[in-house]
């Protein structure tokens, strides 16, 4: 009984160390092997300069890569820096558990890093970028954070405790290599598709500086070609012809997900929210009766944020009778509710941010936001320029949600091409 037992521990103990998915010419081959790291990593210490001369690198959380570091204050000269050779592994000791692994790039050859940022030669037998891949699964890197060093705000993953670590390899090279190559392939279209929303959202930051008017000035660079020869924009203090309201307490114990009544809490238009509103998440079993519902059009900034930057954010809510919560300006007017939403999160942004007062927290009251000067054109051309921008928004958001499939995409690709013995995420 004991053997018929010992057997069947041996062979789900095998199983475990096989991948779901193999390439066809591997599905034979015998299966993973753990070895410590250290087996084929060596940290390298080529001695650089000083923290006043050296060239720095970077690596940026979440496997984003090594880049340049760009430094607003010159460094110290009491700073020992290495210098950090093409091709070879570099981790963070303080972001091991925010994913900050990356591979010396050609571009960054000769640059440097200090110990915090240790730098590794990686010997044959162990290919770089399969070791990229490995590290960057969440079974990993999350598994070694709970041995780290120091408290929960400062944990350091010591070069020791991470050579010493295992990690599962193939018996052949050539498997690491295939793995790294489909990854590396995904990782490639995955930047590729970045590319394209950073260039839509640099095509809409654009496009917003002319279709608006600039910092001092009453009429935009650009207009569409039936109103170019039209009326001016008429310009006027935001109090001239609006209201402003404060919305009431909704609390975020009030937001329940069978609530009878739409809400918008305030903290929502920083993390939720774009420049339109028009479908709400949140819902509440508040009575109506006492709150500040929403009018179609109305614009809503916070009364109170971080920074004087963050608070400067507009929404147009585009539904009515939506509950709208405290630390909420709801600005109604007779303009049409996306472009002048569009209007004040572009060229406006600044101006609101000015009167804005606080350092530790920003408060912005109705009284402040009166005073900023506006201008805007006529209600067909306010719609003109809304329209635009919206379509602008919606490729963008077709484009989030194409970077997420893939996103998804590789994450479930590597939770079948590599092992995990311990189950759970991959």
């Known amino acids: 009984m004991n053997n018929k037992l010992t057997c069947m521990s041996k062979r789900k103990k095998q199983h475990a160390l096989v991948p779901r998915l193999r390439f066809p010419e591997f599905r034979e081959r015998p299966p993973w092997a753990p070895e410590p790291i250290g087996t084929y990593l060596t ?13 720095k690198l970077t690596v940026k959380l979440w496997g984003k890569g090594v880049f340049e570091k760009e430094e607003y204050l010159q460094g110290s000269a009491n700073t020992q820096y290495y210098i950090r050779r093409a091709g070879q592994f570099i981790y963070s000791k303080l ?19 200090t110990v915090d ?26 598994k070694v954070g709970e041995i780290a060093d120091g408290g929960r705000k400062a944990r350091r993953i010591q070069v020791d405790t991470f050579l010493d670590f295992l990690m599962l390899l193939p018996p052949d090279f050539s ?6 190559e489909c990854l590396g392939s995904l990782d490639e279209l995955i930047a590729a598709e970045a590319r394209k929303l950073a260039a839509l959202r640099d095509h809409q930051k654009g496009l917003m500086q002319q279709l608006f008017p600039r910092e001092g000035e009453t009429q935009p660079r650009l ?3 039936e109103f170019r020869d039209g009326a001016a924009w008429d310009s006027t203090r935001l109090g001239d012809f609006a209201t402003i309201v404060k919305g009431k307490g909704i609390s975020k114990a009030d937001i329940t997900a069978d ?25 509440t079993h508040l009575d109506s009766d006492g709150l500040v519902l929403s009018e179609q059009d109305d614009v809503i900034i916070p009364a109170s944020g971080e920074t004087k930057a963050d608070i400067a954010t507009a929404a147009s809510v585009s539904i009515s009778g939506v509950a709208l919560g405290s630390d909420l300006n709801v600005i109604r007017s007779h303009l049409h509710g996306p472009f002048f939403s569009y209007y004040l999160n572009g060229s406006k942004r600044r101006d609101i941010a000015k009167v804005a007062q606080g350092d530790t927290v920003a408060h912005l009251y109705p009284g402040q ?16 320029i809304a329209d635009c921008l919206s379509a602008l928004d919606a490729r ?11 996103g998804t995409h590789k994450r479930g690709l590597m939770q079948q091409l590599f092992p995990n013995p311990e189950g759970g995420e991959a």
């Open 43 to 55: 940290e390298s210490r080529e001695k650089g300069s000083t923290g006043d001369e050296a060239r």
């Open 117 to 142: 940022l240790p730098c590794f030669n990686v010997a044959e037998g162990l290919d770089g970028n399969f070791l990229l891949e490995y590290v960057c699964r969440p079974s990993f890197y999350k």
């Open 259 to 283: 609530g009878t009544l739409p809400a918008i809490r305030y903290a929502e238009l920083y993390t939720v929210y774009d420049e339109v509103i028009r479908e709400v998440i949140s819902r």
């Open 175 to 180: 498997e690491q290599q295939k793995i790294a």
């Open 223 to 225: 207009r569409f070609p």
């Open 369 to 384: 936001l009166e005073n900023v000067e506006v201008s805007y054109p006529t209600p067909d051309e306010q719609r003109k």
């Open 95 to 113: 972001d091991f558990l925010n994913q900050a692994f990356g591979i010396i790039p050609d571009d960054l050859d000769g640059y440097e890093s």
């Open 396 to 406: 963008i958001v077709g484009q989030v949600k194409k970077l997420d499939a893939l």
